[in-house]
């Protein structure tokens, strides 16, 4: 009986061991597997493939769905998608308004900028290039508009030398409300009054002079 026992009893610490082995076996070749899959994985990563390691990884997960360093993967993969999105879409507003900038197209520069500040707002490499085109904006706005002025009076400036007196005024009225406070329309405008006022004394002057002619007939 002695003999019986003691066979059995090794039996049973045989068989102990060797499910004892056969699931060690399996966690390393679990942990092997989970980590070929991390491997391939992270070359996909490295090669900036973000698409196709969510997809490698969202794979590993259906064989491996409560892995921690799977689950901690996928959301890194989706974290550094958005990063990366976000550097390209930052990079290319950039490109695109130095290149309107190095053209003088400021104010285009400017809008590329503003939209770029709106979906990024606080981006420092955004909102710096806005500071840095805003006042050349500004400065060829004001150039732009000091040239249009000079155009403007050159051609009042000419309206009243032919003594089209009518049509001056109403282009120094027009830039009266398009440049307000400038004292080179105000002083036309006067000097245009002025000739007005002359040319009806002419005129009465004129009216006058022919009337004691036409009397002395």
């Known amino acids: 009986f002695r003999r019986v026992l003691f066979r059995s009893q090794r039996q049973a610490q045989a068989s102990a061991l060797r499910e004892a082995e056969l699931a060690r076996q399996q966690i390393e070749q679990r942990a092997a597997q989970i980590k070929s899959q ?3 994985v ?3 990563l490295n090669a900036k493939d973000f698409d196709g ?5 969202e ?4 064989s491996f769905p409560d892995d921690p360093t799977l689950l901690n993967l996928r959301k890194a993969i989706i974290g550094g998608r958005a ?3 976000q550097r390209k879409l930052i990079k290319s507003a950039l490109d695109e308004s130095l290149e309107l900038e190095r053209t003088d197209r400021f104010e285009q520069a400017c809008e590329c900028l503003e939209k770029a500040v ?5 981006e420092s490499s955004l909102t710096g290039a806005l500071a840095r085109n805003r006042p050349k904006l500004v400065q060829q706005q004001e150039q732009a508009r000091v040239a249009a002025l000079q155009r403007d009076l ?6 009243i030398e032919q003594g089209q007196l009518l049509q001056a005024t109403q282009l120094l009225r027009q830039m009266r409300e398009a440049y307000p406070g400038e004292h080179e329309v105000a002083a036309l405008l006067e000097r245009v009054r002025v ?6 004394a002419r005129d009465a002057m004129c009216a006058q002079i022919q009337h004691y002619l036409d009397v002395g007939q």
């Open 38 to 40: 991390e491997n391939a």
């Open 42 to 44: 992270r070359a996909l």
């Open 53 to 57: 390691a969510l997809a490698r990884v």
């Open 59 to 62: 794979t590993a997960l259906r």
């Open 83 to 85: 990063d990366h999105e």
């Open 118 to 122: 709106r979906q990024y707002p606080g």
């Open 154 to 159: 050159k051609q009042a400036n000419s309206l």
């Open 195 to 200: 000739e007005e006022q002359r040319c009806t």
